[in-house]
């Protein structure tokens, strides 16, 4: 397994034990979300490494996006509901930012929040933040 795999599935393996929130891995938003909430996890974007030589190494910043969604209650309400998703998430990040020594850092954005309407359905409202992982391997493919 690749190491860029071996982060993916270590990421998605802390959020999905530590949340109480449905997880899932690049899947498409359903027309519903579960009553604990929805966390999809994007495999993101790798970018562009920086490379040394001798020995050969590429140390890369992957962006990697967490989007976390709750349905918003007929009262209008919801954001309390989604700031408690939003802390769990930081907390399951925080138990081991190095992801069992695979990453070098881990550093999480502020999250995004919007509304959802999705026709038929209860609107959602929605949080998108960024989780760069910076790890160092040899070949990228294999490493």
Do not use: C, Q, W
Not at 13 to 33: D, F, I, Q
Not at 61 to 75: F, G, K, L, P, Q
Not at 122 to 138: C, D, H, N
């Amino acid at each position: 397994m690749s190491r860029r795999e071996a982060i993916l599935s270590a990421l998605f393996e802390r959020l999905r034990t530590g949340l109480s929130a449905t997880v899932r891995r690049n899947e498409v938003l359903p027309e519903k979300v579960p009553a604990a909430g929805l966390v999809i996890l994007r495999d993101g974007e790798p970018g562009e490494p920086d490379i040394t030589l001798n020995p050969r190494s590429e140390f890369y910043s992957h962006r990697i996006e967490i989007e976390t969604h709750v349905t918003r209650a007929a009262d209008g309400s919801g954001e309390a509901a989604l700031d408690d998703l939003l802390g769990d998430i930081g907390l399951a990040l925080a138990t081991d930012p190095s992801m069992g020594g695979l990453a070098e850092n881990l550093d999480t954005s502020a999250p995004e929040v919007s509304a959802l309407a999705i026709e038929g359905a209860a609107p959602i409202l929605s949080a998108r933040l960024t989780i760069t992982i910076e790890y160092l391997v040899s070949d990228p493919l294999t490493s």
